[in-house]
Nanobody
Framework: QVQLVESGGGLVQAGGSLRLSCAAS????????MGWFRQAPGKEREFVAA????????FYADSVKGRSTISRDNAKATVYLQMNSLKPEDTAVYYC??????????????????WGQGTQVTVSS
């Protein structure tokens, strides 16, 4: 059974940085595309960033492009999201995602096979 456990969320002032981590176990982590989504109160879960199995390809939502970096360490079965220049609108619960091996897209939450429990990120103005 796949388990994804996020950590690293917290309260930070606007302009600050956070590094989220997601430790995976029990599955095909090293062969899977991984991603991050977020969900703010009253809003739908939205795509943030994705990375392929080797780390050679990454993709970002326009809202975080240039401010965030997704990376992975397959030896540690961990994926990271470094977020810089944080804004109050980045406030949300951030979820780690492991995609279906066969999915043609990373943008849709419906293509995710496994979710973490989420970690809260709050950015104060």
């Amino acid at each position: 059974q796949v388990q994804l456990v996020e950590s690293g969320g917290g309260l930070v002032q606007a302009g600050g940085s956070l590094r989220l981590s997601c430790a995976a176990s029990g599955g095909t982590f090293s062969r899977s595309r991984m991603g991050w989504f977020r969900q703010a109160p009253g809003k739908e879960r939205e795509f943030v960033a994705a990375i392929n199995w080797s780390g050679s390809w990454t993709f970002y939502a326009d809202s975080v492009k240039g401010r965030s970096t997704i990376s992975r360490d397959n030896a540690k079965a961990t994926v990271y999201l470094q977020m810089n220049s944080l804004k109050p609108e980045d406030t949300a619960v951030y979820y780690c995602a492991q995609y279906s091996l066969s999915t043609p897209t990373v943008l849709l939450a419906t293509t995710v096979d496994y979710w973490g429990q989420g970690t809260q990120v709050t950015v104060s103005s």
